[in-house]
Protein backbone atom coordinates (compact mmCIF):
# COMPACT_ATOMS: atom_id res chain seq x y z
CA UNK A 1 0.00 0.00 0.00
CA UNK A 2 1.14 3.57 -0.53
CA UNK A 3 0.05 6.04 2.00
CA UNK A 4 -0.13 9.85 0.83
CA UNK A 5 -0.76 12.28 3.47
CA UNK A 6 0.25 15.82 4.49
CA UNK A 7 -0.42 15.18 8.26
CA UNK A 8 2.63 12.97 9.21
CA UNK A 9 4.39 14.25 12.01
CA UNK A 10 6.20 13.60 15.13
CA UNK A 11 4.11 16.49 17.46
CA UNK A 12 0.29 15.02 17.11
CA UNK A 13 -2.75 16.58 19.99
CA UNK A 14 -5.02 17.37 16.37
CA UNK A 15 -7.68 15.03 15.67
CA UNK A 16 -6.89 14.91 11.51
CA UNK A 17 -2.96 14.13 12.89
CA UNK A 18 -3.97 11.69 15.15
CA UNK A 19 -5.97 9.49 12.39
CA UNK A 20 -3.33 10.11 9.79
CA UNK A 21 -0.33 9.27 12.08
CA UNK A 22 -2.17 6.36 13.87
CA UNK A 23 -3.34 4.19 10.59
CA UNK A 24 -0.26 5.05 8.52
CA UNK A 25 2.27 3.51 11.41
CA UNK A 26 -0.06 0.45 11.99
CA UNK A 27 -0.48 -0.37 8.11
CA UNK A 28 3.38 0.31 7.99
CA UNK A 29 3.57 -2.44 10.87
CA UNK A 30 1.15 -5.13 9.81
CA UNK A 31 2.56 -4.56 5.97
CA UNK A 32 5.90 -3.75 5.88
CA UNK A 33 6.11 -3.72 2.54
CA UNK A 34 4.01 -0.02 2.23
CA UNK A 35 5.37 3.24 1.68
CA UNK A 36 4.38 6.18 3.38
CA UNK A 37 4.95 9.45 1.56
CA UNK A 38 5.02 13.31 2.72
CA UNK A 39 4.45 16.11 1.42
CA UNK A 40 4.11 19.76 3.19
CA UNK A 41 5.07 18.61 6.56
CA UNK A 42 8.61 16.98 6.81
CA UNK A 43 8.69 14.24 8.99
CA UNK A 44 10.75 11.23 10.10
CA UNK A 45 8.57 8.96 9.93
CA UNK A 46 8.07 8.68 5.84
CA UNK A 47 9.84 6.91 3.60
CA UNK A 48 9.89 9.25 0.76
CA UNK A 49 8.88 12.85 1.03
CA UNK A 50 7.89 14.86 -1.71
CA UNK A 51 7.54 18.75 -2.51
CA UNK A 52 4.71 18.25 -4.57
CA UNK A 53 2.44 21.37 -5.53
CA UNK A 54 -1.33 22.53 -4.92
CA UNK A 55 -2.16 20.24 -7.64
CA UNK A 56 -0.50 16.78 -7.35
CA UNK A 57 1.11 16.96 -10.69
CA UNK A 58 4.82 15.56 -10.67
CA UNK A 59 7.08 13.29 -12.06
CA UNK A 60 8.44 11.44 -8.96
CA UNK A 61 4.87 10.93 -7.41
CA UNK A 62 3.91 9.23 -10.61
CA UNK A 63 6.87 6.94 -10.52
CA UNK A 64 6.45 5.95 -7.15
CA UNK A 65 2.60 4.94 -8.10
CA UNK A 66 3.45 3.17 -11.11
CA UNK A 67 6.74 1.45 -9.48
CA UNK A 68 4.82 0.11 -6.70
CA UNK A 69 1.61 -0.76 -8.62
CA UNK A 70 -0.21 -1.05 -5.19
CA UNK A 71 -3.43 0.40 -3.42
CA UNK A 72 -3.06 4.40 -2.93
CA UNK A 73 -4.62 5.47 0.34
CA UNK A 74 -4.77 9.37 0.55
CA UNK A 75 -5.56 10.78 3.33
CA UNK A 76 -5.07 14.44 3.42
CA UNK A 77 -5.48 17.72 6.12
CA UNK A 78 -8.03 19.40 4.08
CA UNK A 79 -10.25 16.83 3.93
CA UNK A 80 -13.27 16.53 1.30
CA UNK A 81 -12.42 20.20 -0.20
CA UNK A 82 -12.34 21.17 -4.09
CA UNK A 83 -8.28 20.72 -3.65
CA UNK A 84 -8.27 17.36 -2.76
CA UNK A 85 -10.60 16.27 -4.82
CA UNK A 86 -8.82 17.99 -7.62
CA UNK A 87 -5.51 15.95 -6.29
CA UNK A 88 -7.82 13.06 -6.31
CA UNK A 89 -8.74 13.05 -9.61
CA UNK A 90 -4.92 13.20 -10.97
CA UNK A 91 -3.55 10.65 -8.93
CA UNK A 92 -6.73 8.96 -10.71
CA UNK A 93 -4.61 9.19 -13.73
CA UNK A 94 -2.07 7.02 -12.45
CA UNK A 95 -3.84 4.32 -10.56
CA UNK A 96 -6.99 3.08 -10.37
CA UNK A 97 -6.52 1.59 -6.87
CA UNK A 98 -7.62 4.71 -5.12
CA UNK A 99 -8.85 5.14 -1.58
CA UNK A 100 -9.29 8.29 0.42
CA UNK A 101 -9.99 9.01 3.72
CA UNK A 102 -12.00 12.45 4.86
CA UNK A 103 -11.65 13.06 8.62
CA UNK A 104 -14.05 15.82 8.73
CA UNK A 105 -17.14 16.46 6.05
CA UNK A 106 -18.04 19.97 4.80
CA UNK A 107 -20.73 20.08 2.46
CA UNK A 108 -19.35 20.25 -0.65
CA UNK A 109 -20.33 21.93 -4.58
CA UNK A 110 -21.07 20.45 -7.63
CA UNK A 111 -17.39 20.69 -9.02
CA UNK A 112 -16.08 18.91 -5.91
CA UNK A 113 -18.84 16.03 -6.43
CA UNK A 114 -18.03 15.78 -9.91
CA UNK A 115 -14.34 15.40 -9.61
CA UNK A 116 -14.83 12.91 -6.67
CA UNK A 117 -16.83 10.97 -8.94
CA UNK A 118 -14.85 10.91 -12.01
CA UNK A 119 -11.75 9.68 -9.80
CA UNK A 120 -13.35 6.59 -8.49
CA UNK A 121 -11.69 6.85 -5.31
CA UNK A 122 -13.32 4.93 -2.47
CA UNK A 123 -14.28 7.03 0.60
CA UNK A 124 -13.68 5.49 3.69
CA UNK A 125 -15.80 7.11 6.19
CA UNK A 126 -15.32 7.50 9.92
CA UNK A 127 -18.76 7.66 10.64
CA UNK A 128 -22.66 6.55 9.59
CA UNK A 129 -23.39 10.12 8.82
CA UNK A 130 -20.87 10.41 6.75
CA UNK A 131 -20.78 7.23 5.57
CA UNK A 132 -24.79 7.85 4.06
CA UNK A 133 -23.85 11.47 2.98
CA UNK A 134 -20.70 9.83 0.62
CA UNK A 135 -22.75 7.07 -0.47
CA UNK A 136 -25.50 9.37 -1.64
CA UNK A 137 -23.04 11.95 -3.18
CA UNK A 138 -20.76 9.45 -4.76
CA UNK A 139 -21.85 6.19 -4.58
CA UNK A 140 -18.67 4.86 -4.03
CA UNK A 141 -17.95 4.61 0.20
CA UNK A 142 -17.01 2.17 2.65
CA UNK A 143 -17.80 2.66 6.62
CA UNK A 144 -14.79 2.39 8.66
CA UNK A 145 -14.56 2.53 12.67
CA UNK A 146 -11.58 3.38 13.81
CA UNK A 147 -9.87 5.68 16.40
CA UNK A 148 -8.81 4.55 19.71
CA UNK A 149 -5.75 2.46 20.89
CA UNK A 150 -7.06 0.61 23.41
CA UNK A 151 -3.89 -0.83 24.69
CA UNK A 152 -2.79 2.84 25.92
CA UNK A 153 -6.08 4.46 27.04
CA UNK A 154 -7.16 1.92 29.88
CA UNK A 155 -8.73 1.99 33.18
CA UNK A 156 -6.62 3.17 35.68
CA UNK A 157 -7.21 1.98 39.87
CA UNK A 158 -8.33 4.06 42.15
CA UNK A 159 -4.74 4.78 43.43
CA UNK A 160 -3.27 5.43 40.35
CA UNK A 161 -6.09 7.84 39.93
CA UNK A 162 -5.76 9.35 43.41
CA UNK A 163 -1.35 9.88 42.35
CA UNK A 164 -3.22 11.63 39.07
CA UNK A 165 -5.12 14.03 40.46
CA UNK A 166 -2.05 14.44 42.65
CA UNK A 167 0.75 14.95 40.04
CA UNK A 168 -2.03 17.48 38.16
CA UNK A 169 -3.03 20.07 41.05
CA UNK A 170 -6.75 18.06 41.80
CA UNK A 171 -8.20 18.26 44.58
CA UNK A 172 -8.68 14.86 45.61
CA UNK A 173 -12.80 15.68 46.72
CA UNK A 174 -13.65 17.34 43.36
CA UNK A 175 -15.54 15.29 40.59
CA UNK A 176 -13.36 16.21 37.57
CA UNK A 177 -15.14 16.88 34.72
CA UNK A 178 -12.95 16.76 31.36
CA UNK A 179 -12.87 18.14 27.84
CA UNK A 180 -9.65 17.60 25.30
CA UNK A 181 -9.83 19.91 21.92
CA UNK A 182 -9.82 23.20 20.58
CA UNK A 183 -9.76 26.02 22.04
CA UNK A 184 -12.66 27.94 19.72
CA UNK A 185 -16.00 28.82 20.15
CA UNK A 186 -17.40 26.84 17.07
CA UNK A 187 -16.52 23.95 19.74
CA UNK A 188 -18.52 25.28 22.02
CA UNK A 189 -16.16 24.76 24.78
CA UNK A 190 -17.85 28.19 26.19
CA UNK A 191 -20.86 26.31 27.82
CA UNK A 192 -18.36 25.06 30.30
CA UNK A 193 -19.02 28.18 31.68
CA UNK A 194 -22.21 26.82 33.11
CA UNK A 195 -20.75 23.97 34.93
CA UNK A 196 -21.74 23.93 38.58
CA UNK A 197 -18.73 25.60 40.85
CA UNK A 198 -18.68 22.33 43.16
CA UNK A 199 -17.07 20.27 40.35
CA UNK A 200 -13.54 20.96 39.12
CA UNK A 201 -13.87 21.18 35.30
CA UNK A 202 -10.17 20.33 33.70
CA UNK A 203 -10.02 21.52 29.64
CA UNK A 204 -6.77 20.52 27.85
CA UNK A 205 -6.63 22.34 24.51
CA UNK A 206 -4.61 21.68 21.63
CA UNK A 207 -0.90 23.26 21.96
CA UNK A 208 -0.19 23.44 17.83
CA UNK A 209 -3.31 25.38 16.78
CA UNK A 210 -4.76 28.97 16.81
CA UNK A 211 -6.49 29.62 20.24
CA UNK A 212 -9.35 32.19 21.11
CA UNK A 213 -7.70 34.36 23.87
CA UNK A 214 -10.56 36.20 24.75
CA UNK A 215 -12.64 32.71 25.51
CA UNK A 216 -9.08 31.62 27.12
CA UNK A 217 -9.64 34.48 29.43
CA UNK A 218 -13.50 33.99 29.97
CA UNK A 219 -12.41 30.30 31.15
CA UNK A 220 -9.53 31.49 33.16
CA UNK A 221 -11.97 33.72 35.24
CA UNK A 222 -14.30 30.81 36.72
CA UNK A 223 -12.55 29.45 39.52
CA UNK A 224 -13.33 25.93 38.98
CA UNK A 225 -11.76 25.32 35.61
CA UNK A 226 -7.98 24.80 34.88
CA UNK A 227 -6.73 24.58 31.24
CA UNK A 228 -4.05 22.73 30.57
CA UNK A 229 -2.40 23.98 26.85
CA UNK A 230 0.94 22.56 26.67
CA UNK A 231 1.27 19.62 24.70
CA UNK A 232 1.37 16.12 27.05
CA UNK A 233 3.26 12.74 25.98
CA UNK A 234 0.94 10.29 28.34
CA UNK A 235 -2.31 12.27 27.41
CA UNK A 236 -4.57 9.13 28.48
CA UNK A 237 -3.38 10.50 32.26
CA UNK A 238 -5.79 13.18 31.98
CA UNK A 239 -8.67 10.92 31.00
CA UNK A 240 -7.85 8.51 33.74
CA UNK A 241 -7.76 11.30 37.03
CA UNK A 242 -11.67 11.96 34.97
CA UNK A 243 -14.80 11.12 36.55
CA UNK A 244 -17.08 12.75 33.67
CA UNK A 245 -16.11 13.41 29.90
CA UNK A 246 -17.79 16.47 28.58
CA UNK A 247 -18.92 16.74 24.78
CA UNK A 248 -20.49 20.23 24.36
CA UNK A 249 -19.66 20.15 20.20
CA UNK A 250 -22.76 21.08 18.25
CA UNK A 251 -22.10 22.69 14.77
CA UNK A 252 -20.71 20.56 12.25
CA UNK A 253 -16.90 20.86 10.97
CA UNK A 254 -15.87 21.97 14.28
CA UNK A 255 -14.81 18.84 14.83
CA UNK A 256 -13.91 15.56 12.78
CA UNK A 257 -16.62 12.63 12.00
CA UNK A 258 -15.27 10.42 14.96
CA UNK A 259 -14.75 12.56 18.33
CA UNK A 260 -11.41 11.00 19.14
CA UNK A 261 -11.18 12.17 22.47
CA UNK A 262 -14.81 10.47 23.12
CA UNK A 263 -13.26 7.29 22.47
CA UNK A 264 -10.17 7.51 24.54
CA UNK A 265 -12.60 8.69 27.45
CA UNK A 266 -14.70 5.62 27.23
CA UNK A 267 -11.14 3.24 26.62
CA UNK A 268 -10.64 4.39 29.85
CA UNK A 269 -14.09 3.48 31.45
CA UNK A 270 -15.25 7.30 31.55
CA UNK A 271 -18.59 7.48 31.58
CA UNK A 272 -19.59 10.41 28.69
CA UNK A 273 -22.03 13.32 28.62
CA UNK A 274 -21.85 14.29 24.52
CA UNK A 275 -24.34 15.87 22.06
CA UNK A 276 -25.77 13.90 19.11
CA UNK A 277 -22.33 15.04 17.22
CA UNK A 278 -21.22 12.59 14.04
CA UNK A 279 -20.46 8.88 15.14
CA UNK A 280 -21.01 9.85 18.82
CA UNK A 281 -24.47 9.58 17.53
CA UNK A 282 -24.63 6.01 17.44
CA UNK A 283 -22.84 5.69 20.97
CA UNK A 284 -25.48 7.60 22.73
CA UNK A 285 -27.73 4.96 24.67
CA UNK A 286 -24.69 2.62 25.17
CA UNK A 287 -23.55 1.57 28.73
CA UNK A 288 -22.30 5.07 29.94
CA UNK A 289 -23.18 7.22 27.28
CA UNK A 290 -25.68 10.29 28.01
CA UNK A 291 -27.23 12.78 25.35
CA UNK A 292 -26.36 16.17 26.75
CA UNK A 293 -29.63 18.25 25.85
CA UNK A 294 -29.31 21.53 27.85
CA UNK A 295 -26.61 23.52 28.92
CA UNK A 296 -28.39 24.89 31.75
CA UNK A 297 -26.44 24.86 34.93
CA UNK A 298 -29.10 23.10 36.94
CA UNK A 299 -29.63 20.45 34.37
CA UNK A 300 -26.28 20.08 34.06
CA UNK A 301 -26.03 19.49 37.73
CA UNK A 302 -28.81 17.05 37.54
CA UNK A 303 -27.31 15.46 34.81
CA UNK A 304 -23.98 14.74 35.86
CA UNK A 305 -25.84 13.16 39.58
CA UNK A 306 -27.39 10.63 37.53
CA UNK A 307 -24.07 9.57 35.51
CA UNK A 308 -21.95 9.54 39.56
CA UNK A 309 -24.58 7.86 40.83
CA UNK A 310 -24.71 5.33 37.94
CA UNK A 311 -23.35 2.02 37.86
CA UNK A 312 -21.81 0.93 33.95
CA UNK A 313 -20.66 -3.15 33.13
CA UNK A 314 -18.16 -2.02 30.99
CA UNK A 315 -18.17 1.29 28.87
CA UNK A 316 -15.20 0.28 27.24
CA UNK A 317 -16.23 -2.45 25.33
CA UNK A 318 -17.85 0.31 22.90
CA UNK A 319 -14.50 1.42 22.35
CA UNK A 320 -12.96 -1.98 21.42
CA UNK A 321 -15.11 -1.58 18.22
CA UNK A 322 -13.08 1.31 17.33
CA UNK A 323 -9.79 0.26 18.15
CA UNK A 324 -7.00 1.37 15.58
CA UNK A 325 -5.77 -2.11 14.81
CA UNK A 326 -9.16 -3.67 13.79
CA UNK A 327 -9.47 -1.22 11.27
CA UNK A 328 -6.11 -1.73 9.98
CA UNK A 329 -6.93 -5.18 9.06
CA UNK A 330 -10.36 -4.07 7.38
CA UNK A 331 -7.94 -1.30 5.41
CA UNK A 332 -5.46 -3.92 4.31
Known sequence: ??????????KIDEGCLKVANSL??????ADPGSVLVSYGKKTDSSDI????NRFFINRSLKKVIKDKNETVLYIPFASNTLGSAVRLYVMSKMTKKLKVVFCLRYQMDRRTTGLLRRSGAEIL??????????????GNARYIKTGVDTAKFCPASAEKKAELRKKYGISPDKKVILHVGHLKEGRNVEKMLNIPDEYQVVLVVSSVTEKNPGLQSKLEEKGNIMIIDRYIENIQEVYQMSD???????EVENCIDVPLSVLEAASCNIPIVTTPYGEVKELIGNDGFYELKSFESDDLRKLFDTVLSGKFEDIRKTAIEYDWNRSVREII
Open 24 to 29: ARRIKE
Open 244 to 250: IYFFPVT
Open 125 to 138: ALSKESYDYYLEKI
Open 49 to 52: HLDL
Open 1 to 10: MIIISDCLTQ
